[in-house]
């Protein structure tokens, strides 16, 4: 263990305490070193449960919603996930840690290099990082069990519901640029979607052909 790992273990304390109970979670959660994928100016900061920047206006999401979207996610071990918004990778990790395999697309290149150093420093071997716009999803390894998007979209993005597997489930932030609720929709055998709200969660927006317009801020 290294020397952060007593803060982890506080982590998963306090996310248990807030409701966590996925054991496969809080497992993962104790052994992913979050302080290597955030700046090292803030690495004392890496154990708190908020969410903390990660450069290009971009940040890492607070570890309760990371956590939650996990659980909901229900994966088995044997599962092909999608995730849209690799962001540092922090959350990347997780889902190698509870999938087969994870597909992770990122529109920022400077982020999506960084997370491919530290998640092949860390070890992880199950993982594809791509340079691009997630709302397109990846078709080239559809259909995935779970679908899971780190970035706020007005709706779901029509790609993504296509690629998403019978009984597969699709997690995301829907609102405005500001504010959203974590949703969750699993894919009928007829092809629709049974959606259930979870709670308010505020992410950075997802720009892209089937989420927001970009703009210089972003
Ligand atoms: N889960 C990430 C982590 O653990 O660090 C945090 C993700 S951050 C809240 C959202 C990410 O989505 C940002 O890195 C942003 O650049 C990315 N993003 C926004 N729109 C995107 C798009 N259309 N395709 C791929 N990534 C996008």
């Known amino acids: 263990m ?27 959660i104790s052994e992913v070193p979050r302080h290597l994928f955030v ?18 206006g971009q940040t890492i999401s607070q570890p309760w919603v990371q956590a939650r979207s996990l659980e909901l996610a229900k994966l088995t071990g044997r599962d092909r996930v ?26 920022i290149p400077a982020l999506a290099q960084a997370a491919r150093a530290v998640l092949s420093a860390t070890g992880a071997r199950n993982i594809s990082v791509l340079v691009g716009d997630g709302t397109l999803g990846w078709r080239a390894y559809a259909p995935f069990e779970v679908i899971i998007v780190a970035a706020a979209t007005p709706e779901a993005p029509q790609p993504l519901v296509e690629q998403l597997a019978t009984g597969g489930r699709l997690i995301l932030p829907i609102g405005d640029r500001v504010n959203q609720v974590l949703t ?7 092809g629709s979607l049974v959606t259930r709200t979870v709670s308010d969660v505020r992410f950075v927006p997802l720009i892209g052909q089937f989420g927001f317009a970009g703009d210089l801020a972003t």
């Open 39 to 56: 700046p090292e100016s803030i690495r004392h900061r890496a154990y708190q449960d908020s969410a903390l920047p990660i450069g290009g």
């Open 184 to 190: 969750l929709m699993v894919k009928q055998p007829d």
């Open 82 to 107: 999608l995730e849209v918004g690799t962001g540092s990778g922090y959350q990347t990790a997780l889902l190698a840690q509870c999938a087969d395999q994870v597909f992770t697309v990122e529109r």
């Open 2 to 28: 290294d020397s952060y790992g007593g803060y982890r273990s506080q982590l998963v304390g306090e996310l248990s305490a807030k409701g966590i109970r996925d054991l496969a979670v809080l497992r993962a």
